[in-house]
């Protein structure tokens, strides 16, 4: 038999464990098709009944294949085996050809028709169809447009075979192997020869290391220009993923130098081809500090500062009576009357209001945000415009609206985002219909997301732009609510007294002193709500955290962790005191013996807290999206 997944060492441990198995797939009974994971049923070859494969695999019923992979004990679901890679194979025995050709996987060729040619042609059929496929005209019932027709399905599934093969030769693992295959079709090959680096570029969760492990399998030169270039973007997409929107040429100098162990002198010549085509920017600086900007990226902020500016310049419709009753004047009672519970540092925010026409609005917990905003709307409102509320998050917007009283969307839905058509449907050309737009927890808006709000905010409407500067950063790059502050082109009202609701949370006083470098208050009163609870060892601290949600509070407390009531924060995924760990813990405590369902190498069960972390347009969730699984369906397969 052709070994179809190349020469290897099979001297390792690792090598020596796998197992391969040969067969028709009978059935799929679970496909994510976000990351390919699959649950199949094969029938192999010599087998009685069919066998459970579980890993990364683009499958359909009816496809024989190769898998090679290990047999594990699935604690719930008993045996599977794991498959590591596979390639489509075609079945060698008589039988395994016929109903390989009965699956209905090649059009034109049904278990009727699969009998006859198998019938006339034995165990050459394959080689039939492959090679001679006018012979087909001898079996009865197929004419010349069916045999073409089959000609063409065969000829496809052949080319899956060949990329398949050609892929897993030079590296790559299955699940890759899939997505380029469905990135580039038939011309994956190809592609992946001229130039392995545009794996990166334009296949999900293949990034620098992978397509340069790939790029060193076909022979590409260590010095190599494509390398240096690719490895130049590598950097500026990790810097991203860290926040940064540039990166100094020295910096940049010394990390890709240490990333590809390749000479200095070669960085210049490919930064400058990058330049010419169009895949970075750079920013001179006086000797060494030239900054080095995705395009993307450098194109958004420096948007959002064209656009701030032409907000900030555009003259906007007056506020009449509101305008005057906040300037002391004579007017409107009622708008005076609305501010009549309100301390100075909040009225001045609210007077802030009817003299620019975009402002910040800023401070630390307790300092009454949500109420001045609040009051903002209504003076809006009251002056007869019309007001648009927004946050970046689900969350954020539900709290939004449960404070103002108001709707309030997430920004991707006040933009109107289109999944298909790839971006905002709301932008210069389409603006928002408002007067007015609002935008809560600004603090968390990333320079990308901000660019495309800031488009669709029409000229003459007002900008009031919310949140707390010293809270984290946005996930994606950029610091834009610090940077707008720091820029001193946009009026800024900042809240610094705590009042009295809030005054009362230790909480909260201490997020103040600890912002103004002052140590936390931590005698852990009964009646306080902020605790220091110290453990050295991390499986005693892992404990102690399951002790506290499981038991603690719920009891002393009366908090409900189902409910959402607590949350557990941790600064790493892995470790006794990591995500993964203490998630595992707090399963096993809080939904015991509940219905479940696997997932990977997880289990989800019903009552689970569950967090999303990625955007999902067409279903409505999106990144941050808190949520309980109410009740696991099982997918068709």
């Known amino acids: ?66 898998a090679e992979g290990e047999w594990v004990e699935h604690p719930k679901f008993g045996r599977q085996f794991k498959v590591e ?11 395994g050809i016929e109903r390989y050709l009965g699956s209905g996987l090649i059009p034109g060729i049904g278990p009727v028709m699969a009998e006859r040619i198998v019938e006339r042609f034995g165990a050459e059929s394959l080689e039939v169809i492959d090679q001679q496929p006018r012979r087909l005209l001898q079996v009865a019932g197929l004419g010349r447009k069916r045999v073409k027709m089959i000609a063409e399905a065969w000829k496809q599934q052949r080319q899956l075979r060949d990329v398949m093969v050609f892929l897993q ?14 990135r580039y079709g038939d011309e994956a090959i190809n592609t992946v020869r001229q130039d392995p680096y545009s794996l990166e570029r334009d296949i999900p969760g293949i990034g620098f290391q992978t397509a340069d492990q790939i790029a060193e399998h076909l022979g590409v030169a260590r010095d190599a220009p494509s390398r240096v270039r690719a490895g130049i973007r590598y950097i500026l997409e990790e810097a991203a993923d860290d926040g940064h929107v540039y990166v100094g040429l020295v910096d940049l100098q010394s990390a890709v130098t240490a990333l590809l162990q390749v000479d200095e002198s070669l960085l210049a010549p490919a930064v400058e081809q990058l330049r010419k085509d169009g895949d970075i920017v750079i920013e001179p600086g006086s000797g060494s500090s030239d900054r080095h900007f995705r ?34 004047e004579e007017g409107d009672e009622d708008v005076k009357g609305l501010a009549a519970d309100l301390g100075e540092d909040q009225l001045r925010a609210l007077r802030l209001v009817y003299k620019a026409k975009a402002m910040v609005l800023t401070g630390g917990p307790g300092t009454g945000k949500t109420t001045v905003t609040r009051h903002i709307v209504d003076l809006l409102e009251r002056a007869g415009l019309r007001v648009l509320l927004c946050s970046p998050t689900g969350r954020a917007a539900k709290r939004l609206a449960e404070a103002t009283g108001r709707d309030a969307r997430t920004i991707h839905r006040l933009l109107e985002f289109a999944p298909a058509e790839g971006g905002f449907r709301r932008d210069r050309d389409n603006p928002l219909e408002a007067q007015a737009v609002i935008v809560d927890e600004s603090s968390m808006i990333d320079v990308s997301l901000m660019h495309a709000l800031m488009r669709a905010v029409p000229d003459d409407a007002r900008l009031i732009l919310v949140g707390d500067v010293d809270q984290l950063p946005s996930v994606g790059p950029g610091a834009v609510m610090g940077d707008i502050i720091a820029s001193g082109v946009v009026p800024v009202a900042r809240l610094s007294k705590i009042y009295r609701q809030a005054g009362e949370s230790l909480i909260i006083a201490n997020a103040h002193r600890i912002n103004g470098g002052e140590w936390p208050q931590m005698e852990n009163g009964r009646e306080d709500d902020f605790f220091f609870i110290e453990e ?57 013996g509940r219905a479940a369902h696997a997932v990977g190498d997880r289990e989800l069960r019903e009552g689970d807290r569950v967090l999303q972390v990625r955007n999902n347009y067409d279903k409505g969730v999106f990144n941050g999206d808190l949520g309980r699984l109410s009740r696991l369906e099982k997918e068709d397969g």
């Open 1 to 66: 038999m052709t070994d179809l997944f190349g020469s290897r060492d099979t001297g390792s441990a690792t090598d020596a464990a796998m197992k391969r198995l040969r067969g028709v797939i009978e059935a799929i009974t679970f496909h994510n098709p976000e990351n390919s994971f699959t649950i199949a049923q094969m029938h192999p070859e010599g087998a009685k009944g069919p066998v459970t494969l579980v890993g990364s695999m683009t499958l359909r019923a009816g496809e024989s294949l190769e």
């Open 85 to 95: 890679r596979y390639v489509p194979a075609y079945p060698a025995t008589v039988e």
């Open 169 to 182: 030769s030079h590296g790559v693992g299955t699940a890759h192997a899939v997505r380029i295959y469905q």
């Open 295 to 328: 395009t993307n990226l450098h194109h958004a902020e420096t948007g959002v500062a064209a656009d701030l500016l032409r907000i900030l310049q555009e003259p906007g419709p007056s506020l009449g009576k509101a305008d005057q009753a906040m300037d002391g």
């Open 536 to 592: 050295d060892e991390p499986e005693a601290a892992a404990q102690r955290v399951e002790d506290l949600v499981a038991r603690r509070l719920p009891e002393g407390k009366g908090f409900d962790p189902h409910l959402g009531q607590i949350q557990v924060l941790t600064p790493m995924y892995r470790g006794e005191t990591g995500a993964i760990s203490l998630n595992q813990r707090l399963q096993a405590r809080l939904t015991p």
